[in-house]
């Protein structure tokens, strides 16, 4: 196979875990990582880390992805819910219900794949930058051709991760905590006041879990959602401070997972006008030039209320993605564990 690169973004760690890796940082969450996690399990008390699949209740903050639908199967001429079954085969007493769903993978909590974000990007120092993702894929085929003729990233799908599963050790930053609902772009001088403050200690192969307090707002708002959420409420990571960009790296976390919808804070190149760079520095460094997987609108409160509570931080992560071959993005249904 002709290699895909000869020279690396900088600052990335493509190569670093094998030419044809498509896992990227999921590497650092090894068995032994799993092991270690387990031991935060010390009640057995289980706490659901995802919205319901229809908060956001509307696409007011995001026109292009709606909340699910649900659509009755037909059978036989019937619409199949509530259907006694007798219609169809007289004497049978069943009574069937079957749907289909239509879902945007990431209207709410979910995963970001690889390919969801790449960067524009020359691989051989030659001239003539093309669009790229992790480790120096295409989002489609080598020979740039959508399998089949059907759309999906068959390089750096979600299927890759939901293979490998996710099972490792949550640690929770409570940025809450420190900046209540102010809409802050939070840099590395703010976080390391907060994980000091905290106690928090972050180490290699953890999921780093952000808890901004967006999510809380989505359920309060419900149908009412203010369409300028993003820019007025709640703490995000700053993406233009690049301390924080260096200790993401540094931190050997092997994903990073927000209450809010985008990890980081979107409007500061914005509100500056537009020049030349990502839009989304975060996701470009985690996505593209790392291989870390971004989790967005998870549902924080409760666990975060009991590790208050009993002194904790850390806590038994589950989260895969839906096995969905070349999907960019997965709805997810975490669970945590104390």
Known sequence: MTKRWTRRPEGSNWGDFGEDDQLGRLNL??????????????????????????????????????????????RDGHVAFGLPLGLIHEGFTDVNSDEAMVIYSQHSTQWDSFA??????????????????????????????????????????????????????????????????????????????????????????????LYTGYADVLIEQGEDLDPELPTKQCPALDGWDDKLLKWIDDSGISVLASDNRAVEYEYGRLKDGIERGPGMPIHELCLFKLGIHLGEMWYFAEISRWLKANGRYRFFVTAPPLHVPGAVGSPANPIGTV
């Not at 969801?116 to 085929?141: I, Q, R, W």
């Open 29 to 74: 969450l090894t068995a032994e990582n799993t092991r270690k996690a387990a031991e935060e399990i010390k009640q057995g008390l289980r706490f659901c880390l995802s919205l319901p699949l229809d908060i956001p209740a509307t696409n007011a903050t995001n026109a292009r992805r709606l909340p699910p639908e649900l659509k009755p199967i037909v």
């Open 116 to 209: 969801h974000m790449g960067s524009m990007f020359d691989p051989t120092g030659e001239g003539g930058a093309k669009p790229l993702a992790y480790n120096g894929y295409s989002v489609f085929n080598e020979n740039g051709e959508a399998r089949q003729g059907k759309v999906g990233a068959w390089n750096l799908g979600i299927e890759h991760m939901a293979r490998q599963c996710v099972q490792g050790r949550g640690v929770l930053v409570d940025l809450v905590a420190h900046f209540g609902r102010e809409n802050k772009a939070v840099g590395y001088d703010d976080l390391m006041r907060v994980l000091e403050a905290d106690g928090v200690e972050i180490e290699e192969g953890d999921i780093a879990c």
